[in-house]
């Protein structure tokens, strides 16, 4: 506020000084020169009457020469006064009209009417610094899901676009450099509602200022930073960021997944992606040689991915001079034919298109494809604009990093006992159990998302049932699964997981008993959830699902009932 | 030597002059007090103000609120002085003169202040 004011009388210092000095000269000449009354003798006119003359004068009014006609004299001052102050005035306004144009003074207001907008926040926000195609992603199942954001971002035409994008929350977005703690701070780093950070940008440097911003201003705060090297990676996790997401490590994670335990993957999938991948797609013949193409970033995180899972590897790449301890390996981009079939085209699995060209990257697979039509397909997808011709390329799996590293943040930023989940999943269960489990979800959710969210037994989350608690009651797991509407109908959702004092009990039975503290992961139809809401919160609600019985339960009621 | 100071401060020290030099002489006797003389006090105060506009520092928060001070002391003076020539019949007498000086004289008062916050400033200054 004070900046703006302060710049505005700055710049009108010398419009108003003239204005000052114009309008001052004009009334003491009108003072000092002698007129003639009605009556043909010498008048002088008082300051009063100067003043009130100049003034609608000056404001080319107009009324007439007032108080009598005026003489030669005084006529040819009032021509030279109403020039003088015509264009005084038109020289103030138009220096104001001017700075409010520009682009600066733009930019000030901007900010300011942010930074109000973002201190009126009453409700948890994220502060998402980075509107790509990560940023947008989040935000907009952020909004979906009711939760309020703060967007930052230093390219004018992404701000633009997130007013194009018609959320259906009102989402404060500021263009500036979101790697200074002062743009950080008017973003509500320190605001107390501020429930994360997250760093988005796709320069590793800002990312890491964020971070550390965050971590320094607010130890507590969540913080999720997105990254590209491993030096970075380390530097995040040594001053306790919450999340770091590599793209590469991930969706590398992802398709190795999928290459060694297929419905493992499809429970990944599912998870942690909002349109996820039908049953039927499952690949049965993914185990053999696998073809990287391109050994950079992306292809050493396959590599080293796919290694630990034990799979055939073949690398092409254009210098293959850089990494000669690898076993199989062919010199080429990949795009011809003659590459492909040294690299074994014609008996391999699957190939990996991972370059960083886009269009080498499809004419890869349409190659293999055409040499060999069983193969699976993997593309890598680097400008998210090329969206179109990727949906068309029916590669099997497309891998955009900025949905990636969307969606694990996502997974983590809706409960995070799904990667432990996860983790838990891929240590301790083989494929078989993940066979089952696939198909349980998809007989409860069926084509519709499979969204997760988890409940902690304490006062904040589950007051109803501490209440019970309270009362004595023993309260068992299948409570969370009754309709609120109807206990004998079940809701579409079931238990993945229960955290009790560190272990864990994965797929637990709905009979297990609850106990205070508890920690519970559900997945199932985002309907379900907002019903459970009810029986979490509500007592009345929670009685009637365990009783059956639909009567008030009011402390008064109780009471009454004891006695 | 600065250009803007010598300005600064010379528009700031003939609104004390001017001013001093209209509150000089009997309180209530309209002979002393020359309405050209109180027409350039109102003037040079207006200009001050502006020139004041826009610092951002403390001192010069304090300055350009003594200037307001002076303006509106000066403002209401001359209000005072119209409605007693102009409109209340009774032209300019004792008491309407009097009203107007002392109002000035409180002008002079916040003129004061501002010169001697002039004199702070370049103290304040190490070259």
Known sequence: ?563 | MNKDKVIFAFFIVLALTLNFGFFLGDIDNPEHHNVFEFFAAITVSLICTVLKFGDRTHLGALMLATSLVADLQLVIAACIWGYAVQVSGVGMDASNMSSVVSLSGGALLANIISVILLVVESAMLRR
């Open chain 1, 1 to 563: 506020m004070n900046n703006i004011l302060y710049l505005l009388l700055r710049r009108l210092r010398t419009p108003l000084i003239i204005l000052i000095v114009v309008y001052s000269i004009s009334v003491l000449g009108f003072v000092l020169i002698p007129g003639e009354d009605d009556q043909g003798n010498v008048y002088h006119m008082d300051f009063f009457h100067a003043f009130y003359f100049v003034s609608f004068m000056g404001s080319t009014i107009g009324f007439g020469e007032i108080p009598y006609a005026f003489t030669p004299a005084q006529r040819m001052w009032a021509m030279l006064s109403i020039y003088a102050t015509v264009i005084a005035w038109l020289y103030g306004i138009g220096t104001s009209l001017a700075l409010l144009q520009e682009p600066m003074f733009g930019r000030m207001l901007r900010r300011r009417s942010f930074k109000a907008s973002v201190k009126r926040l009453n409700e948890p926000f994220y502060l998402v610094c980075g509107y790509g195609v990560t940023g947008s992603v989040i935000v907009r199942q952020l909004v979906r899901r009711d939760v309020r954001v703060v967007v930052l971002d230093h390219k004018s035409d992404r701000i633009d676009g997130l007013e194009m994008d018609e959320l259906s929350l009102p989402v404060p977005a500021l263009c500036a450099d979101a790697a200074l703690p002062d743009v950080l701070d008017d973003a509500g780093l320190q605001h107390p509602n501020c429930i994360g950070v997250m760093a988005l940008t796709d320069m590793d440097q800002t990312n890491l200022s964020i971070a550390i911003a965050s971590k320094l201003l607010c130890p507590d705060r969540m913080v999720i930073s997105r990254t590209e090297s491993d030096t970075t990676t380390a530097n995040l996790n040594s001053f306790g960021t919450d999340l770091v997401v590599d793209p590469f490590k991930t969706y590398a994670q992802y398709l190795s997944l999928a290459a060694h335990a297929p419905y493992m993957h499809l429970v990944y999938d599912w998870i942690h992606n909002p349109f996820h991948r039908p049953l039927s797609s499952v690949y049965q013949t993914t185990k053999g040689r696998w073809i990287i193409c391109g050994h950079g970033r992306f292809g050493r995180a396959l590599y080293k991915a796919f290694d630990e899972s034990d799979v055939d590897l073949t690398v092409v790449d254009l210098d293959g001079s850089k990494n000669k301890d690898l076993p199989h390996q062919v010199t080429g981009v990949g795009t011809e034919a003659v590459t492909l079939s040294e690299a074994g085209v014609m008996d391999a699995v699957g190939i990996v298109a991972g370059t960083p060209n886009d269009a080498d990257n499809l004419s890869i697979i349409m190659t293999a494809r055409e040499m060999n039509p069983k193969i699976l397909t993997v593309v890598r997808q680097n400008i998210h604009a090329n969206k179109l011709v990727y949906h068309n390329s029916r590669a099997d799996f497309i891998m955009e990093p900025g949905r990636i590293i969307a969606n694990r943040i996502l997974a983590h930023v809706k409960s995070p006992l799904v990667p432990v989940f996860i983790e838990e999943m891929l240590k301790k269960h083989n494929d078989v159990w993940a066979h089952t489990l696939i198909n349980r979800m998809s007989s409860v959710v069926g084509e519709n998302e499979l969204d997760s969210w988890a409940f902690t037994i304490n006062e904040e989350e589950t007051p109803a049932l501490m209440e019970a608690f309270e009362q004595g009651e023993e309260l068992k797991l299948s409570l969370f699964f009754k309709n609120p509407h109807n206990r004998n109908r079940n809701l579409h959702a079931f238990p993945l997981m229960l955290r009790r004092e560190g272990n864990i009990d994965m797929l637990p039975g709905e009979l297990d008993q609850l106990q205070p503290g508890d920690e519970i992961l559900i997945c199932g139809l985002n309907k379900a959830n907002r019903r459970m809401q009810w029986t979490a919160n509500n007592y009345n609600v929670l009685q009637y699902i365990l009783t059956g019985n639909d009567a008030s339960n009011s402390l008064l009621s109780r009471l009454l009932q004891k006695t």
